[in-house]
């Protein structure tokens, strides 16, 4: 097996996931979306590990050492030590393994929930990132990756917005205002899922494709309808999460470039989304229909105070937990009975339907699940991650490269945002361990001369 085709089939796998994680759903199961997912995860995951360990072992015994086609050494440490992340993430996973020994449930937090994000799920996300990562040795699987993403977003938008007008021939059973959720499964998911993927779409219509060429215009109609099927499923945190990173999205091209007026676009931007996201925050932005379950704006209007006011309700009942088990928490997914366990079961009875399954804060869910040791490490890994994309964009030889990490590091500032108010899905979750693997990548090759960059050709 050569070496050229280990990329291929490595990269092949990560196509496989961007295909299948948004797509797969299996309607005829109690939880559609989440469970199949995981599994697809799994299952394409271990076969890529698998083939990565297979390839060197088949270099070893026919004594031959993997190289570059531009004759550098590749030996196992060397595909896996230029991993700017690598001991960080290997560390919070750790992390992850000894919050879950020591956790109040061990095996739900080895399985998860019914939303499956336990320690297994985890180790999932963590070998495909890494894999990824050594599947990414230049700009043109970078580039492909991104066109997976931004293809798939198609038939999921697509699908959502049929939703919206009620064209939808299955009957979905959701607890979410808005009955867009496509196949990510909850409007929430969906929303994550979009406003992450936009970035990329932006990159298309302003940095063009590798070979050079600049089709903006079938990009820009994909673009609309993102963001059209964003606005269907009511998400407020994923829609501030788009805000806040097509901001950083557009201030780094006008910081590197001088593109004045990629920045008054910006503000233009801030003005008009902010202005949406209040009209959000009072009902739906858009005509009412049948397709939105007939609720009014009013009606709209009075669920948004109450999930506000249940959101702080969590939060706040949720910081006095945190110092009972401070340094490993309570273990992964854990979240409900450890709230029971701390709170006495009759102090919200007056609220109706409280059920506080997840913090939704993505630095509570670390502190509750696996300490200020495990938040620590999410923030060493996230301090690391931007540091190597900036100094990446800092030192691009190109524009078409530059703007390649801005989107990087803008779907990345989408999802800290989002997470900030919403629970997170095994879909943007896995979109957020790609994006970091994109980014430890172009670190790699970004602002090397063209000879000194591997070909995957």
Request: include cysteine.
């Amino acid at each position: 097996m050569k070496n050229l085709n280990q990329q291929q089939l490595l990269e092949f796998g990560g196509i496989l996931v961007v295909l299948l994680l948004p797509l797969a759903f299996n309607p005829f199961a109690t939880q559609p979306s989440e469970a199949v997912k995981v599994v697809f995860l799994q299952a394409i995951t271990i076969p890529m590990v698998i083939a990565f360990i297979l390839s060197f072992k088949i270099k070893h015994s026919s004594q031959s050492v993997p190289s570059c086609p531009d004759g550098r050494t590749l030996t196992v440490s060397a595909r896996l030590g230029d991993n700017a992340l690598l001991i960080p993430v290997l560390i919070y996973f750790g992390v992850y393994v000894i919050a879950t020994i020591t956790s109040i449930e061990p095996w739900r937090s080895l399985w998860g929930t019914s939303t499956r994000q336990g320690t297994l799920t985890v180790m999932s996300l963590v070998l495909f990132f890494i894999m990824i990562t050594v599947a990414l040795r230049s700009s043109a699987p970078v580039d492909r990756l991104i066109t997976t993403l931004i293809v798939v977003s198609v038939p999921v938008a697509i699908y959502g917005c049929m939703q919206y007008f009620g064209l939808d021939p299955l009957d979905w059973d959701t607890t979410s205002l808005s009955p867009v959720h496509s196949t990510v499964g909850y409007s929430l998911y969906l929303g994550a899922f979009l406003a992450m993927v936009i970035p990329f779409t932006l990159f298309r219509i302003f940095g063009g494709e590798e070979d050079g060429r600049n089709r903006p215009f079938p990009y820009f109609l994909i673009l609309v309808l993102q963001v059209m099927c964003l606005l269907f499923t009511l998400s407020r945190g994923a829609w501030l999460g788009l805000l806040g990173g097509c901001t950083v999205f557009f201030w780094l091209m006008a910081y590197r470039w001088q593109f004045r007026r990629v920045f008054i676009f910006s503000i233009i931007m801030l003005i008009v989304g902010g202005f949406l996201l209040i009209s959000m925050n009072q009902g739906s932005v858009l005509p009412s229909n049948s397709g939105q379950n007939g609720l009014s704006d009013a009606i709209l209007a009075n669920a948004r105070k109450v999930s506000n006011n249940e959101r702080m309700l969590i939060w706040v009942n949720t910081l006095p937990m945190i110092s009972s088990r401070l340094l490993l928490g309570y273990g992964p997914e854990t979240y409900s009975s450890a709230f029971w366990l701390t709170h006495p079961m009759g102090l919200f009875s007056e609220i109706p339907n409280f059920t506080p399954w997840d913090p939704h804060n993505i630095f509570l869910y670390h502190l509750t699940g696996i300490g200020v040791l495990g938040l620590i490490v999410f923030l060493w890994i996230l301090a690391r991650f931007y540091k190597i994309t900036y100094q990446a964009f800092k030192s691009a030889s190109d524009r078409h490269s530059g703007i390649m990490i801005a989107a990087i590091i803008s779907s990345a500032t989408v999802f800290l945002i989002q997470a900030q108010f919403n629970p997170n899905g095994i879909v943007p979750l896995f979109l957020f361990w790609l994006v970091l693997a994109m980014g430890v990548s172009t670190s790699r090759w970004v602002g090397e001369p063209a000879s000194e960059v591997t070909s995957d050709q």
